[in-house]
T-cell receptor
Framework: TQLLEQSPQFLSIQEGENLTVYCNSS?????LQWYRQEPGEGPVLLVT?????EVKKLKRLTFQFGDARKDSSLHITAAQPGDTGLYLC???????????FGPGTRLSVLP | SQTIHQWPATLVQPVGSPLSLECTVE??????LYWYRQAAGRGLQLLFY??????ISSEVPQNLSASRPQDRQFILSSKKLLLSDSGFYLC????????????FGAGSRLTVL
């Protein structure tokens, strides 16, 4: 069974600070995705990483896929209150039909 | 524009009553469709997925069932709700906004009393 772990589970920081959240597995994934979810809404895709060692930037967000395609990180620079939410990583399973989700990191950015 | 529609958005039901949550998809044909449950703002638990009409795979044994009567319709049901069925239910489709990408509906909040 492929599993994803995320750390930290909770993170509360001040506006303007930098942060990194992690997504780890003992299994190889063909791709990993990061979603952000706000309370009472469905998750929204932020990025998909496919190639080992890949780095993608989305404004103040930087995503990295590990060389072995078992882990990923999300770094946010100069966090803003609008970044508050639940960040979920997900990997497409080896059959290419189902997504394995991590438990999420709940981020709170205080003004 | 929203491409996955879920309803109802909020539902309060007594224990032992039936349930029907509906999900419809716009803009694509033959997508893989999924029902997830999310407890208390945590990760998503896959309940059912479907690769086509009438094809349902169950990931966990439970009090719920799913059906796909039409290509773009996915229904989550229960004959008798339990307290433990309370949660946030999300419908998702793969291949709607891009290959190997999940697009989610806005969710249905179920409270069983």
């Amino acid at each position: 069974t492929q599993l994803l772990e995320q750390s930290p589970q909770f993170l509360s920081i001040q506006e303007g600070e930098n942060l990194t959240v992690y997504c780890n597995s003992s299994s190889v994934f063909s791709s990993l995705q990061w979603y952000r979810q706000e309370p009472g809404e469905g998750p929204v895709l932020l990025v998909t990483v496919v190639t080992g060692g890949e780095v993608k930037k989305l404004k103040r967000l930087t995503f990295q896929f590990g060389d072995a395609r078992k882990d990923s990180s999300l770094h946010i620079t100069a966090a803003q209150p609008g970044d508050t939410g639940l960040y979920l990583c997900a990997g497409l399973d080896n059959y290419g039909q189902n997504f394995v989700f991590g438990p999420g990191t709940r981020l709170s950015v205080l003004p | 524009s929203q491409t996955i529609h879920q309803w109802p958005a909020t539902l309060v039901q007594p224990v032992g009553s039936p349930l029907s949550l509906e999900c419809t998809v716009e803009g694509t044909s033959n997508p893989n469709l999924y029902w997830y449950r999310q407890a208390a703002g945590r990760g998503l638990q896959l309940l059912f997925y479907s690769v086509g009409i009438g094809q349902i795979s169950s990931e966990v044994p439970q009090n719920l069932s799913a059906s796909r009567p039409q290509d773009r319709q996915f229904i989550l049901s229960s004959k008798k709700l339990l307290l433990s069925d309370s949660g946030f239910y999300l419908c998702a489709g793969m291949g709607i906004s891009g290959a190997n990408v999940l697009t989610f509906g806005a969710g249905s909040r179920l409270t069983v009393l």
